[in-house]
């Protein structure tokens, strides 16, 4: 009696140790509708005009910002209803040009390194390096050659710093 005894107390403790585990979860495959909708993110133009857009709507509300802060130069001369419109004359400049800005940026940025990791197919912090290059030159190739190298060694190093603080690539 003693044997069954211990077999009971040994099923027992057997049972608690099996009610201890977790239970793992299936592996569930995606739907059709999923795969779709990563194939269309993976397109490099969808990817890169919706940065853009996304971009220019970051740059919209900065410029709002930044031109609330500009103030008149003859604020003691001007009335209350001039400074108004002044004000929101100088915000609507502001927007637009930072809304310019920054779709540009976020369109050459997003096409650059989804091209360049499509042609390495890798996903790593060279793809981050080439792109911000791209985009600093282009966006500074205006001052001429000495200037498109410096945006483009600037805007590379700042985009390095940022994934490095997204810590995106491991």
Not at 9 to 34: D, M
């Amino acid at each position: 009696m003693a044997d069954g005894s211990d077999k009971a107390v040994e099923n027992g403790s057997l049972n608690s140790a099996e009610a201890e585990k977790p239970q793992i979860e299936p592996i569930r495959l995606p739907t059709v509708e999923e795969i779709r909708g990563q194939d269309i993110w993976n397109n490099c133009a969808v990817r890169s005009v919706v940065s853009g857009v996304m971009g220019g709507g970051l740059g919209i509300f900065m410029g709002l910002f930044l031109g609330a802060l500009d103030n008149p130069l003859m604020q003691e001369e001007m009335t209350g209803r001039q400074q108004l419109i002044y004000q929101a004359k100088q915000m609507g400049r502001r927007s637009w040009s930072s809304a310019k800005a920054f779709a540009v940026m976020g369109f050459v940025f997003s096409a650059a390194e989804c091209v360049v990791e499509k042609a390495r197919a890798k996903h790593d912090i060279t793809n981050t390096v080439v792109a911000g290059c791209a985009t600093g030159g282009a966006i500074s190739a205006k001052g001429g050659p000495k200037a498109a190298c410096v945006g483009c060694a600037g805007f590379a190093a700042f985009s390095v710093v940022i994934e490095k603080f997204l810590e995106r690539h491991q």
